[in-house]
């Protein structure tokens, strides 16, 4: 197939696009920058400069071109961000660059569209114990508060226009926290960086929290997954099999790389700075990837997070 890869040159994207050539598909990658289309060329990958938000010019980026299917990968992150208004411009590429975008993809006449989502969109809640299933709990409900609101919003909008335009074969693909090579927004290269630098606390294993986790090469292969054998209307959970808390996944990474380890802070000094990081640390969910196994033939290359950071470690 020929896709059109939104995103393209974030660390997300280009695992995308590694896996999506890796399985012979042809690959127009869109990124907003020219430095981005230069990465994206030496990727093997056909760069398209054009912005999500700018509805006109995109479509003018795109006239002409064709594709079979498209992926939305799209996001503002550099790190997880501290406060709410860190997440501002991703929530917006996630509800009016979604719109854009499914317009893009009408206009160059491809059917089929994956779009990337995350866990959080179940709301940011502490799930217990629970095995959460695409089918069990509902996504995106209305946010505890206007804050989280805001976010949610943006998950649901995302698989709504998906799910729901004309014409479009939309499926989306739930990760877990994103780990794995890279340097940026879900590279542990970044983390590492920090660690070495001892500018990265962790709260304490007292805290409850548990995240999904998802390497970022597990990403792209059910990517492509999704574009040959997903089916329309449904999402899928693209995790491995364990859940762990971020200082559990930390700590683990500092003894594989040798870095100092990392200090211990108090949550409500977290809480205090960062609201929108005490959120996610504090989330609890453990997602089941069956649904994914059985009808996409996919399965985890990496089964754990520490499965993962051995592999990274053993590499560098």
Known sequence: MRVLLAGASGVLGRHMAAALVGSGHEVVGLTRSPGGARRLRDDGVEPLVADLMDRDALLRAVDGQRA??????????????????????????????????????????????????????YGYGDFGDRVITEANTPWAPPGRDAALERHLEGFRVKEQVAFHTAGV????????????????AGGTEQIVAMLRKRSLPVVSERVRGSLPWTHLADAGTATV??????????????????????????????????????????????????????AFLTSVAHLSNAKARDELGWAPAYPTYRDGIRSLATTR
């Open 225 to 278: 997954a999704a574009l040959e054998r997903g089916r329309a209307g449904e999402a899928y959970h693209v995790v491995d099999d364990e859940s762990a808390s971020m200082t559990a996944h930390v700590r683990f990474l500092a003894e594989a790389f040798g870095t100092p380890a990392p200090m211990t802070v108090p949550l409500w000094l977290i809480g205090a700075v960062g609201p929108y990081l005490r």
């Open 68 to 121: 079979d299917a498209a992926v939305h990968a799209a996001t503002a992150l550099r790190k997880v961000p501290m406060r709410h208004s860190g997440m501002a411009a991703t929530d917006a590429l996630r509800v009016r660059g979604t719109r854009n975008f499914v317009e893009a993809v009408q206009a160059v006449g491809a059917r089929r569209l994956v779009v990337e989502s995350m866990h959080l969109g």
């Open 169 to 184: 074969e939309g499926i989306s693909l739930r990760f877990g926290a994103l780990y794995g090579p890279g340097y940026g």
